[in-house]
């Protein structure tokens, strides 16, 4: 069964500043991967998905996230957060089960931006 | 975003009481989810279903149980409350055509506190 793998549970970081929110999956011979974003008190939206070609994947809000095969990790980066970015970041890996599907996530990464 | 109602938002219960959340949809989307949402450990998968009366466990599926008599009603039962069951409640959707690959809508979860 595909996992996934969150190292941090809580990046602090200043306004400003660059930011990368790890995620690691595992292995398996093809993998569609996700991040998604929730906002305080909301459900959650996307911010952007990994499916196939090429390895830097743009989203919304200026996120963008590589993935490395190699290291199987989708890492998430911004290169300058606002405070409005302030929320929690899930990764996500969708699992073929027969013939149907699971999505799995991560137990997410709580970014809080200071001014 | 896609018409996803989840219902109640908020329920207080006892222990060992009967409870029923529901999960309205208006897209069609053939594939929904019930996740929870707890500290620590990001969603976890309960139960999903594929199609009308087509569903599969989660990693968490142990003392809870769904149904989906047609598309656009998804029911998750806890048959007997526990304390441990307290939690916040989402539910997903994603459509049936390249459901590996296409993003999940999310509903604004029911909070559900067992006493």
């Known amino acids: 069964a595909q996992s996934v793998t969150q190292l941090d549970s809580q990046v602090p970081v200043f306004e400003e500043a660059p930011v990368e929110l790890r995620c690691n999956y595992s292995s398996s011979v093809s993998v569609y991967l996700f991040w998604y974003v929730q906002y305080p008190n909301q459900g959650l939206q996307l911010l952007l998905k990994?499916?196939?070609?090429?390895?830097l994947v743009k989203g919304i809000n200026g996120f963008e996230a590589e993935f490395n095969k190699s290291q199987t990790s989708f890492h998430l980066r911004k290169p300058s957060v606002h405070i409005s970015d302030t929320a929690e970041y899930f990764c996500a890996v969708s699992e073929r089960v027969d013939s149907s599907y699971k999505l799995i996530f991560g137990s997410g990464t709580r970014l809080l931006v200071r001014p | 975003d896609a018409g996803i109602t989840q219902s109640p938002r908020h329920k207080v219960t006892e222990t060992g009481t009967p409870v029923t959340l529901r999960c309205h949809q208006t897209?069609?989307?053939?594939?929904m989810y019930w996740y929870r949402q707890d500290p620590g450990h990001g969603l976890r998968l309960i139960h999903y279903s594929y199609g009308v009366k087509d569903t599969d466990k989660g990693e968490v599926s142990d003392g809870y149980s769904v149904s989906r008599s047609k598309t656009e009603d998804f029911l998750l039962t806890l048959e007997s409350a526990t304390s441990s069951q307290t939690s916040v409640y989402f539910c997903?959707?994603?459509?049936?055509?390249?459901?590996?690959?296409?993003?999940?809508?999310f509903g604004q979860g029911t909070r559900l506190t067992v006493v």
């Open positions: 897209e069609n989307h053939r594939y």
């Open positions: 997903a959707t994603k459509q049936g055509t390249s459901p590996g690959n296409t993003e999940a809508f």
């Open positions: 990994y499916l196939s070609g090429s390895t």
